[in-house]
């Protein structure tokens, strides 16, 4: 089991940016394909990105296409997700989750291990 704790949280006016952190520790990292859902009020959890263990690959929901960027660092056991150019319908609570399916099947299932989410609101 993986345990996930996610920071970075906050609020930020449109236009703003944000880096988010998932520091993971547990079982074996480095083996785990690693990535973000977010979910906003009355709406259903829905896949941001995700990146395999090694970062060679990476995978992004179109809506963050260009504006997000993941990240991560194996000997910090961290994955970051740094947002850009962030619009008030990215407000959401931010999850990260860690899974041993690859990069394309990440976003399908919810199996794996999950943190308990940061808030992230974008005011106009």
């Known amino acids: 089991q993986v345990q996930l704790v996610e920071s970075g949280g906050g609020e930020v006016q449109a236009g703003g940016s944000l880096r988010l952190s998932c520091a993971a520790s547990?079982?074996?990292?480095?083996?785990?394909?690693m990535g973000w859902f977010r979910q906003a009020p009355g709406k259903e959890r829905e896949f941001v990105a995700a990146?395999?263990?090694?970062?060679?690959?990476?995978y992004y929901a179109d809506s963050v296409k260009g504006r997000f960027t993941i990240s991560r660092d194996k000997s910090k056991n961290t994955v970051y997700l740094q947002m850009n150019r962030l619009k008030p319908e990215d407000t959401a609570v931010y999850y990260c989750?860690?899974?041993?399916?690859?990069?394309?099947?990440?976003?399908?299932?919810?199996?794996?291990?999950w943190g308990q989410g940061t808030q992230v609101t974008v005011s106009l």
């Open positions: 989750k860690a899974g041993a399916q690859s990069v394309r099947s990440f976003p399908k299932t919810d199996f794996g291990s």
């Open positions: 990146i395999s263990w090694s970062g060679g690959s990476t």
């Open positions: 547990g079982r074996t990292f480095s083996n785990y394909v």
